[in-house]
């Protein structure tokens, strides 16, 4: 990782301006118009019956609040980043997709790598109007529609193609999202996806925790929980999904300090939305949570690293002309006979 000079955010090595304005104003209380009651209302539940561990009328007002900044694309880098690698891997499927959904879509952070060669028509959906009425350029043809993720407005076999960066993580009944992703999929159609790990900010997660029970005595969610890794295969097989595949990557950002983080995170519109979050953080422990961060973390530069773990996942629909398992008894060579047959291939050798 590159050298990073105070006031400046690096990607993999790569510069990225720093946002200094308004000083620790943002530490102490959500923006005003994003403060909402601690606790849901009774009953809050998503449709099936789930327990809502999300405030999703909270994260709508962050993700406009976000949208509507002076310079949103300062703080976009690690959506645009993860974007391109959701582009990439729908390049690695050698089609043309005529129609492709894009699930919790922002600013078009996957549309804007994509070209028309590979996707004729792109349906961009968010649960934030803003983001979409402040999209970025892209080259293919897009139609905005501001829907929640939890329950795409959209029929049965719809869709060549479904994509999702970095949105997936704050529904509340994520089976229900893959369910309704594969619906609206016609038969071998493929979704794509990204949503950040269990590992994500573990920096952030530790030192707030340390310092609240240092000045507190106690500490409450700063982070929001996140899917494992190993319940994502069995999540999109229930879902009705084949042919899996489920990868995981990290991106380091560093940062001047936490609260520069902290900053960026509601720049990116991914302030904590808990409905158990704490909705006021105590000056002295900010502090504290900032010196453990450095002593802990700190790079020799003076930044500290804040981890992004990345769950890829691409997921199938069935169709009768995919690939197929023999069935079992129908091999017609033994797992011995390999073993002959590499002897003889070194005998020929000789």
Known sequence: MAAVAVGTRSLAGFALPGLWGGGCRWLWALPAGLAAAASPPAG??????????????????????????????????????????????????????????????????????????????????????????????????TVSIVADEESLPFKEDTFDLVVS?????????????????????????????AMFGGDTLYELRCSLQLAELEREGGFSPHVSPFTAVSDLGHLLSRAGF???????????????????????????????????????????????????????????????PATFQIFYMIGWKFHESQAKPAKRGSATVSFGDLSKFGGFVSREKR
Not at 56 to 69: G, I, P, S
Not at 108 to 136: M, S
Not at 259 to 279: I, T
Request: aromatic share 8%; glycine share 8%; hydrophobic share 35%.
């Open 165 to 193: 960066s970095l949105s997936l993580h704050w529904v509340n009944d994520l089976p229900k999202a893959f369910r309704e992703i594969h619906q609206v999929l016609k038969p071998d159609g493929v979704f794509i996806g």
């Open 44 to 141: 809050a539940s998503s449709g099936s019956g789930a327990l809502s561990p999300f405030d999703r009328r909270l994260k709508r007002k962050q993700k406009n609040w976000a949208a509507l900044q002076a310079e949103p694309g300062k703080c976009d880098y690690l959506r645009e980043e993860v974007g391109g690698r959701i582009a990439d891997r729908v390049f690695d499927i050698p089609r043309t997709f005529p129609l492709a959904l894009d699930v919790g879509s922002g600013r078009g952070y996957i549309a804007q790598h994509l070209t028309k060669d590979t996707v004729e028509k792109l349906i961009q959906v968010d649960i934030a109007e803003n983001a979409l009425k402040n999209a970025v350029e892209s080259e293919i043809p």
């Open 242 to 304: 084949n042919t899996l595949t489920v990868d995981t990557d990290e991106i380091q950002v560093n940062y001047p300090g936490l609260f520069e983080v902290m900053e960026d995170l509601q720049g990116m519109g991914e302030s904590n939305c808990s409905w158990n979050r704490k909705p006021l953080l105590h000056r002295d422990t900010m502090l504290a949570a900032a010196a453990i961060y450095q002593e802990m973390y700190g790079n020799s530069d003076g930044s500290v």
